[in-house]
């Protein structure tokens, strides 16, 4: 069992900038591809970047050019920097780990984890 963490999240400005980091708790978030995905009230949750284990990336048209992702997998862990924030950005961001991103990247994990989420708002 792999439990994720997710954190950095919180209250942003329009035009600011926010960090989030994803702590996987082994040893096989080298192996996986990790993505980030939202859910604001009322809709679905959604892709917002993903990276496979040699870094291939992937992002949704709204955040391109402004959110990166990122990871380090010495240290278990992936981010999500998020600069340009607007307050459509406004969601609950989760990390995932596994066969939910694995798929949408064209490879294969046969597991999947999710993180508790953590609130991003961006309000002046």
């Known amino acids: 069992q792999v439990q994720l963490v997710e954190s950095g999240g919180g209250l942003g400005q329009p035009g600011g900038s926010l960090r989030l980091s994803c702590a996987a708790s082994?040893?096989?978030?080298?192996?996986?591809?990790m993505g980030w995905y939202r859910q604001a009230p009322g809709q679905q949750r959604e892709l917002v970047a993903a990276?496979?284990?040699?870094?291939?990336?992937r992002y949704a048209d709204s955040v391109k050019g402004r959110f990166t992702i990122s990871r380090d997998n010495a240290k278990n862990t992936g981010y999500l920097q998020m600069n340009s924030l607007k307050a459509e950005d406004t969601a609950v961001y989760y990390c995932?780990?596994?066969?939910?991103?694995?798929?949408?990247?064209?490879?294969?994990?046969?597991?999947?984890?999710w993180g508790q989420g953590t609130q991003v708002t961006v309000s002046s």
């Open positions: 082994g040893s096989i978030f080298r192996l996986s591809a």
């Open positions: 995932n780990v596994g066969s939910s991103t694995a798929q949408l990247m064209g490879v294969i994990n046969p597991y999947d984890y």
């Open positions: 990276i496979t284990n040699s870094g291939r990336t």
